[in-house]
Structure formats: C-alpha cells, structure tokens
Nanobody, 121 residues
Framework: QVQLVESGGGLVQPGGSLRLSCVAS????????MGWYRQPPGKQRALVAE???????NYADSVKGRFTISRDNVKATVSLQMNSLKPEDTAVYYC???????????????WGQGTQVTVSS
C-alpha cells in the first residue's frame, strides 16, 4: 500500500506565496520522478513541475521563474514553492510519484488526493 499526502494549499492574494508539500509512505522500494500537476476548474489536469531522483527538473512554461520544485529522497517528500502567484494559478494541485514497491517489478504512477490553491483578492 502506497499513499501520497499533500499539504499547504489555501487562499492567497495575487503576488503572494505558498508552499506545497507531499510525503510518500508505504511499502516503497524506490521512487524515480516526483512532481506536481494541477487542474483548474473546467480544464484538464496538466504538468506544473517534476524532478528526478538525481535532481533534474522540468517546469511548465507558465510557472518558470516563479515556482521551484525540490525533493528529499531520504524522507520521500517533494515540495513546490510558489511565488508571485496569479489568479490563473488557481487550481487543485496533485502530487504524483513513480514508485516501485517491494512486491512490484515496474514503477507505477501514484497520486495524492489533491489540495486546493486559490489566488484571489
């Protein structure tokens, strides 16, 4: 059994900052890519940022220079520091990770339950 649990969402004014965190737990053998996706109201879920176990990162163009993703491989956590937030960043943010368990041979994608981020004055 694997769980991803997010925290840190909320309401913030335009120009403000928020930090999202996600911790993976359970029968985890290894984790490759960890990342964040978001789903605005009425739209599809899309990649925000991702990071490999070696620290390589990839960002959506819309968040480059404003968001920073980081991870702690020992603690199995991934964080997203969001600065200069805009109303268009409003969405449900989902943590995801490619995880291999002690009983599986392949990596599978696991998802958190999502956390709401609302940017509004």
């Amino acid at each position: 059994q694997v769980q991803l649990v997010e925290s840190g969402g909320g309401l913030v004014q335009p120009g403000g900052s928020l930090r999202l965190s996600c911790v993976a737990s359970g029968s985890i053998s290894s984790i490759n890519v960890m990342g964040w996706y978001r789903q605005p109201p009425g739209k599809q879920r899309a990649l925000v940022a991702e990071i490999t176990s070696g620290g390589s990162t990839n960002y959506a163009d819309s968040v480059k220079g404003r968001f920073t993703i980081s991870r702690d491989n020992v603690k199995a956590t991934v964080s997203l520091q969001m600065n200069s937030l805009k109303p268009e960043d409003t969405a449900v943010y989902y943590c995801t990770a490619g995880i291999r368990t002690y009983i599986s041979y392949y990596y599978e994608a696991y998802w958190g339950q999502g956390t709401q981020v609302t940017v509004s004055s």
